[in-house]
């Protein structure tokens, strides 16, 4: 079962302690986390994502692309980008884990959900820098709202979200809302959960 709607992803070089800032951050409300740093070794993914499950045991941890640092680290989830593991097969391995998965496109979108996954990641809705630096366009809120009729399993918008636009992604249908950026560069992370849990009706 999703049971959130804001769903933080990870940054190193945006938020230097992840422990922390999921440790404060999970105390202002926040309900879901992806740990995803694809250039830790997995021995330093696992270590990192121990310390997160620790310092904030309630907030439900995903672990990018990596079943196994999952299930040993007590993570409840894994997130899967869209050229990777079939879900099918994580459903069969690892039938413990929730899983999330990464698409672009309608196709994408209904193909994750066939194979099994709990809810996916559609985007960028709105444009950010680091999708323009690999040419990737925004999909705009039409195609939000497309892929959101077109399934019934949980979307999350991503890229370029804020809590204003956070609201119009709701509106189109969208579940919820996955955040990079936005959080870990407030000046006050609290307060900035607080103003998504207004925007979104709950974390």
Not at 7 to 24: H, Q
Not at 70 to 94: D, M, N, Q, Y
Not at 126 to 149: C, N, W
Request: glycine residues 8%; positive net charge; charged residues 20%.
């Amino acid at each position: 079962m999703v049971d959130f709607r804001l769903y933080v992803i990870s940054n190193r070089t945006l938020v230097p302690d992840l422990t922390a800032f999921v440790n404060e951050a999970s105390r202002a409300g926040l309900r879901a986390f992806q740990l995803r740093e694809k250039d830790l070794s997995g021995k330093s993914l696992f270590e990192l994502a121990k310390n997160i499950r620790n310092a904030a045991p309630l907030c439900k941890l995903f672990i990018n692309d990596r079943a196994d640092i999952a299930i040993a680290s007590g993570a409840e989830g894994i997130h899967l980008p869209e050229t990777s593991w079939p879900v099918s097969r994580i459903r069969k391995s690892f039938p413990q884990l929730q899983c999330g998965v990464s698409v672009h496109s309608l196709h994408g979108a209904k193909l994750a959900e066939e194979h099994g996954a709990d809810f996916i990641v559609f985007g960028p809705v709105f444009d950010t820098p680091s999708k323009q630096r690999i040419g990737m366009e925004a999909r705009g809120l039409a195609s939000l709202s497309e892929v959101s009729r077109a399934v019934n399993i949980p979307v999350f918008a991503i890229g370029g979200i804020t809590p204003e636009r956070a609201r119009q992604c709701i509106k189109k249908g969208a579940w919820g809302v996955a955040v990079m950026s936005d959080i870990p560069t407030a000046p006050n992370i609290g307060a900035r959960i607080s103003e998504y849990k207004k925007a979104l009706g709950g974390l």
